[in-house]
């Protein structure tokens, strides 16, 4: 994965913050989407029959679409199809869909995309390599894999049936629902999922993404299609140290992806932008996951938090949208961002400053201060140093100046900043 995305693809790099929704059947009965059937918790047939009550009843996408921009989101990703198989948009490849087989009965697909781009949000959607309801699926095994290990069913083939032909037929299908995908909704974003139970050249990963960039060049898509994504997708933790290319952290606002009526374990509006701010000063995105109800209603648990969140991005717009990763580890004790120009430090402070925060090892002078959102003066006190040595930067903070969530002190340098690294005198 390179550094940067070329032009026609920075404005993934640049939006910061994505929602991802994860909607579907397993709504109605609340259960762990796909995995509570793969696992054996839940019958498949008492899984499928969440098929006939699914209502969407209460949806309105451009509710949705209202929060998120709200939520300081610059793209949302949607499930179009998760593990179960189940598409939210009227494919022609099966008849396994929410417009043929349930009581919502329409193209739900459509309708978030319409919504989204009445915003100029731009649209991700997630879509399962693997499908656990494909009666094709289940046929072959990962090259290497014992032939007498008897796997899961729903992805792997009893001994001795294994079948390469009707593996082909399933990549058939695949490639059938992608191009409905590209075709009728020309997604920003293709967000992949499921790749784990076959190898590379099983899934023909090449020429998936070769497909893509003929048919719609330009989409973003996800590091989970082996070998060729455009980005990492860690999941539900900020890697302590960043990953080098672009990356998007993956996270649930409670501890489930879908709805799961049980789960209040919901992080806070503190805990969000603590998420926010580490994983954009490491220089990535962060897609924060929703689980609307089955009638399309958020909670209102969740949506009280997309909105807190982004009135936090609000007032910090300029630490956040178009930034660069910060300082390296070391320099301050906390996370940073650097302006496109690379001329202004935003530095994130979690913490109630004693007296003062500190930056180190930056030769640049700074030239002023501010608290961004409240826009007032910090004064700033260059201490220490020789020559070529930077010495510490002091920034007196008071508390009437903090932010209740997190506050972020912008220094803007007298050229592009200019670290240092090296040490004198061994
Ligand atoms: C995990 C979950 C899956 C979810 C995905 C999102 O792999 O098992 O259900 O869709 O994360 O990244």
């Excluded at 899934?203 to 994504?229: D, K, Y």
């Excluded at 897609?287 to 609307?292: A, S, Y």
């Excluded at 982004?310 to 630490?319: D, E, F, L, S, T």
């Excluded at 510490?392 to 803007?412: G, H, K, T």
Aim: one cysteine or more; charged letters at 25%; aromatic letters at 12%.
């Amino acid at each position: 994965m390179s550094d940067q995305l070329p032009a026609a693809k920075r404005w993934f790099t640049d939006g910061k913050l994505g929602v991802f929704i994860h909607w579907g059947i397993y709504a109605v009965d609340g259960v762990a989407e796909s995995w509570s059937f793969f696992d054996g918790r839940v019958p498949y047939d008492t899984y499928m029959a969440q098929l006939d009550g699914f209502g969407a009843e209460h949806w309105d996408p451009d509710a949705w679409a209202d929060l998120f921009v709200r939520a300081g989101a610059r793209y949302a990703v949607l499930t179009a199809k998760h593990h179960d198989g189940v598409a939210l948009w009227d494919t022609q490849a099966n008849d396994l869909s929410v417009v043929k087989r349930t009581p919502a009965g329409r193209d739900l697909l459509a309708e978030y995309v319409a919504a989204l781009r009445r915003r100029d949000i731009k649209v991700g959607l997630y879509y399962s390599h693997l499908d656990w309801s494909h009666p094709d699926y289940a046929t072959i095994r990962p090259a290497g894999q014992d032939p007498d290990e008897r796997g899961n069913p729903y992805s792997m083939p009893a001994t001795g049936d294994e079948d390469p032909a009707r593996w082909d037929a399933f990549l058939a299908f695949h490639r059938a629902q992608l191009t409905e995908l590209l075709d009728l909704f020309a997604p920003d974003l293709l967000w992949f999922d499921g790749e784990w139970e076959r190898g590379a050249d099983q899934w023909r990963m090449a020429e998936i993404a070769a497909f893509i960039e003929e048919r719609r060049p330009g989409t973003v898509v996800n590091g989970r299609l082996t070998g060729h994504g455009d980005y990492a997708t860690p999941e539900q933790g900020v890697p302590v140290e960043p990953p080098p290319g672009p990356w998007e952290l993956c996270l649930t606002i409670n501890d489930s992806w879908g709805y799961q009526p049980q789960d209040d374990h919901h992080k806070s509006p503190r805990q969000l932008v603590r998420v926010l701010a580490e994983t954009v000063g490491g220089g990535g995105n962060l897609l924060l996951d929703v689980g609307p109800r089955a009638d399309g209603t958020i909670l209102p648990e969740q949506a009280d938090r997309l909105e807190k969140l982004g009135a936090w991005a609000a007032r910090h717009a300029a630490a956040l949208y178009g930034t660069g990763r910060g300082l390296p580890h070391g320099h301050f004790y906390g996370p940073s961002t650097l302006s496109a120009d690379r001329r202004t430090l935003y530095l994130f402070l979690f913490d109630r400053p004693n007296e003062y925060a500190v930056v180190r090892g930056v030769r640049n002078a700074v030239r002023s201060a501010r608290v961004l959102g409240s826009d007032t003066p910090v004064r700033a006190e260059r201490v220490g140093g020789l020559g070529d040595v930077p010495g510490w930067e002091y920034l007196y903070v008071s508390d009437d100046q903090l932010d209740p969530l997190c506050s972020v002190i912008a220094l803007d340098l007298d050229g592009e900043l200019d670290l240092y690294r090296e040490h004198t005198r061994d």
